[in-house]
C-alpha cells in the first residue's frame, strides 16, 4: 500500500518539481489468473485450436446464457462485432446509422465500410451516454438503425430507446464494449436490443486480448451473425459453400478458453469497482470543480465501471485548463486521461466522405460532416470531461484517497500551475 502523504497541499506540485502524491502504481490489467494457463495448456494439448473447437461453442453457449439470450456469435473484436450486427439485421449500403459522436471510432468504421452514413445524436451532460430528448428529431425516412453506446459501463435508458425503434421501425444494436455484466433495470447489456456487441481488447472488464461477440435472440439475426463472419456459411449448407456475404472473422480456441472462465468472475469483479466508484464519488464531493458522474444512475440496476467519467470546472481551479489538470493530475501518479475526441471531427470521417460512392449520397442529402456540430460532447470533449480506467478500481479505498489528496493539491496551487503548464 502507498504511504500517505500529509498536507498534500503544502508541496510544490509534482509538474513543478514537487513530490506526487503517488509514487505506487495502481493494480495493471488484465490480471493473469493460474487458471489461464492451465486452460491454455488444455487448448494446446486438444489441437483443437480454431475453428470447430469445442471450446468455442461452449464459450458462446455460456455466455449467451449468462446475457440472458438464446443466441451468441463470437469473433475477431468489438469493431467487426458491430459490422456483424449490421449485416446481420439487414442494413445496406446508404442507410443511415444514428449514434453517439462520444466514443471510440470502432463504433462507426463499421458502419462506413457497409457504405452506409453514420449521424450523430449529442450526448447528456449528466452521463456522456447519448441524449434520448434528441434521439426522435435525428430520424428520417432513411434511417435504418440505431446503436446507443454504454460508455464506461453505464447503460442507456434501453426502454426508451427500444420504444423509439418500435415506433419507427428501427434495428437496435447495443454497444455493449465497455459494459458486460452491466444491467438496466435488471436485464443485461446485450438483451435489449436486435443485437448486442461486445468487446474482449486487452482493457476491458473481459478480455483475451482480442475479440468480441454479437448476442441476440433472433434466429434469423443469429443466422447473419453466423454467416457474416464465418466466410457467409450458412448452418446447415457445406463447407464450401457461401450463400451469404461473409469474411472470416472467428474467435480462436486460445481466445475463448480465457474468456469462459471469466464469465465466472465478472459480477464479482464488477461489484468491486462499483462499490470502489462509490467511494471515489463520495471522497471528491469535498473538492469544489470536480465530480465523477454516472457512478450511480436510477435504472442501471448494475454498473461495469469500465472507466470513471469526471466533470471538469475550470473557473474552480484558478482558470486552470482541463489539459493543464489532467497533465498535473498525471504528473502526481494520478492515471487520468482527456477522453474522446468529437468522433465526426477525425480525419477518416472527413476521407470517407470524399470516397467517389459516398460523396454525391451525402451531398444530396446535405450532410456534410465539417459542418456537424454536437455542443455537449464538444464541451465535455475539449474543457469539461476526463477519466480514469477501471484498474483503480480493483484495490482499496485507501489507494483511492490518492486521487483526492492530488486534486486538493492541484487546486491549492492552481494559479501557479495555470501560469507555468503549457
Same mark, same amino acid.
Given at each position: 500500500?502507498?504511504?500517505?502523504?500529509?498536507?498534500?497541499?503544502?508541496?510544490?506540485?509534482?509538474?513543478?518539481?514537487?513530490?506526487?502524491?503517488?509514487?505506487?502504481?495502481?493494480?495493471?490489467?488484465?490480471?493473469?489468473?493460474?487458471?489461464?494457463?492451465?486452460?491454455?495448456?488444455? %487448448?494446446? /494439448?486438444?489441437? @483443437?485450436?480454431?475453428?470447430?473447437?469445442? *471450446?468455442? &461453442?461452449?464459450?458462446?453457449?455460456?455466455? +449467451? !446464457?449468462?446475457?440472458?439470450?438464446?443466441?451468441?456469435?463470437?469473433?475477431?473484436?468489438?469493431?467487426?462485432?458491430?459490422?456483424?450486427?449490421?449485416?446481420?439485421?439487414?442494413?445496406?449500403?446508404?442507410?443511415?446509422?444514428?449514434?453517439?459522436?462520444?466514443?471510440?471510432?470502432?463504433?462507426?468504421?463499421?458502419?462506413?465500410?457497409?457504405?452506409?452514413?453514420?449521424?450523430?445524436?449529442?450526448?447528456?451532460?449528466?452521463?456522456?451516454?447519448?441524449?434520448?430528448?434528441?434521439?426522435?428529431?435525428?430520424?428520417?425516412?432513411?434511417?435504418?438503425?440505431?446503436?446507443?453506446?454504454?460508455?464506461?459501463?453505464?447503460?442507456?435508458?434501453?426502454?426508451? %430507446?427500444? /420504444?423509439?425503434? @418500435?415506433?419507427?421501425?428501427?434495428?437496435? *444494436?447495443? &454497444?455493449?464494449?465497455?459494459?458486460?455484466? +452491466? !444491467?438496466?433495470?435488471?436485464?443485461?447489456?446485450?438483451?435489449?436490443?436486435?443485437?448486442?456487441?461486445?468487446?474482449?481488447?486487452?482493457?476491458?472488464?473481459?478480455?483475451?486480448?482480442?475479440?468480441?461477440?454479437?448476442?441476440?435472440?433472433?434466429?434469423?439475426?443469429?443466422?447473419?451473425?453466423?454467416?457474416?463472419?464465418?466466410?457467409?456459411?450458412?448452418?446447415?449448407?457445406?463447407?464450401?459453400?457461401?450463400?451469404?456475404?461473409?469474411?472470416?472473422?472467428?474467435?480462436?480456441?486460445?481466445?475463448?478458453?480465457?474468456?469462459?472462465?471469466?464469465?465466472?468472475?465478472?459480477?464479482?469483479?464488477?461489484?468491486?469497482?462499483?462499490?470502489?466508484?462509490?467511494?471515489?464519488?463520495?471522497?471528491?464531493?469535498?473538492?469544489?470543480?470536480?465530480?465523477?458522474?454516472?457512478?450511480?444512475?436510477?435504472?442501471?440496476?448494475?454498473?461495469?465501471?469500465?472507466?470513471?467519467?469526471?466533470?471538469?470546472?475550470?473557473?474552480?481551479?484558478?482558470?486552470?485548463?482541463?489539459?493543464?489538470?489532467?497533465?498535473?493530475?498525471?504528473?502526481?501518479?494520478?492515471?487520468?486521461?482527456?477522453?474522446?475526441?468529437?468522433?465526426?471531427?477525425?480525419?477518416?470521417?472527413?476521407?470517407?466522405?470524399?470516397?467517389?460512392?459516398?460523396?454525391?449520397?451525402?451531398?444530396?442529402?446535405?450532410?456534410?460532416?465539417?459542418?456537424?456540430?454536437?455542443?455537449?460532447?464538444?464541451?465535455?470533449?475539449?474543457?469539461?470531461?476526463?477519466?480514469?480506467?477501471?484498474?483503480?478500481?480493483?484495490?482499496?479505498?485507501?489507494?483511492?484517497?490518492?486521487?483526492?489528496?492530488?486534486?486538493?493539491?492541484?487546486?491549492?496551487?492552481?494559479?501557479?500551475?495555470?501560469?507555468?503548464?503549457?
Amino acid at each position: 500500500m502507498p504511504t500517505p502523504v500529509l498536507h498534500a497541499t503544502q508541496g510544490s506540485p509534482a509538474i513543478l518539481g514537487g513530490e506526487p502524491v503517488r509514487k505506487t502504481p495502481y493494480p495493471e490489467w488484465p490480471d493473469p489468473k493460474p487458471w489461464m494457463l492451465d486452460a491454455l495448456k488444455e %487448448v494446446w /494439448a486438444s489441437r @483443437e485450436w480454431g475453428v470447430g473447437a469445442p *471450446i468455442i &461453442d461452449t464459450f458462446e453457449e455460456k455466455w +449467451a !446464457e449468462y446475457v440472458g439470450v438464446r443466441y451468441s456469435g463470437s469473433c475477431v473484436n468489438g469493431t467487426e462485432a458491430i459490422t456483424v450486427a449490421l449485416r446481420a439485421v439487414g442494413v445496406k449500403q446508404g442507410d443511415e446509422v444514428l449514434t453517439s459522436p462520444y466514443t471510440f471510432i470502432g463504433t462507426i468504421t463499421p458502419i462506413m465500410s457497409m457504405g452506409a452514413v453514420p449521424k450523430f445524436v449529442d450526448i447528456s451532460e449528466s452521463d456522456y451516454l447519448m441524449d434520448l430528448d434528441k434521439l426522435e428529431a435525428a430520424i428520417t425516412e432513411r434511417t435504418r438503425a440505431i446503436i446507443p453506446v454504454h460508455i464506461a459501463g453505464c447503460m442507456v435508458d434501453m426502454e426508451r %430507446v427500444c /420504444a423509439i425503434a @418500435e415506433k419507427h421501425n428501427l434495428k437496435v *444494436i447495443e &454497444d455493449c464494449a465497455q459494459a458486460p455484466g +452491466a !444491467e438496466w433495470k435488471g436485464r443485461k447489456a446485450g438483451a435489449w436490443g436486435h443485437a448486442g456487441t461486445f468487446s474482449f481488447q486487452t482493457s476491458k472488464n473481459m478480455s483475451s486480448g482480442e475479440g468480441g461477440s454479437v448476442t441476440t435472440d433472433d434466429p434469423e439475426i443469429a443466422d447473419g451473425v453466423f454467416a457474416a463472419k464465418n466466410c457467409g456459411r450458412t448452418r446447415e449448407g457445406v463447407w464450401y459453400g457461401h450463400s451469404r456475404f461473409g469474411s472470416n472473422l472467428r474467435l480462436s480456441a486460445w481466445q475463448a478458453a480465457l474468456l469462459l472462465g471469466q464469465i465466472d468472475t465478472l459480477d464479482e469483479e464488477n461489484s468491486l469497482r462499483h462499490k470502489n466508484a462509490l467511494y471515489l464519488e463520495s471522497i471528491l464531493r469535498g473538492i469544489e470543480g470536480v465530480e465523477a458522474i454516472a457512478v450511480d444512475v436510477e435504472g442501471v440496476t448494475r454498473h461495469a465501471h469500465h472507466l470513471v467519467l469526471f466533470r471538469y470546472d475550470s473557473s474552480k481551479f484558478e482558470g486552470l485548463t482541463r489539459d493543464q489538470f489532467t497533465k498535473a493530475a498525471q504528473a502526481e501518479g494520478i492515471p487520468v486521461g482527456n477522453g474522446y475526441v468529437p468522433i465526426y471531427t477525425q480525419g477518416c470521417v472527413r476521407e470517407y466522405a470524399s470516397w467517389p460512392f459516398i460523396a454525391p449520397l451525402l451531398k444530396a442529402r446535405g450532410i456534410d460532416y465539417s459542418k456537424v456540430s454536437c455542443p455537449v460532447t464538444e464541451r465535455v470533449s475539449r474543457h469539461e470531461g476526463f477519466w480514469t480506467h477501471m484498474n483503480v478500481l480493483m484495490g482499496g479505498a485507501s489507494e483511492l484517497d490518492s486521487f483526492a489528496e492530488a486534486f486538493r493539491k492541484i487546486q491549492h496551487h492552481a494559479g501557479d500551475l495555470k501560469r507555468r503548464i503549457e
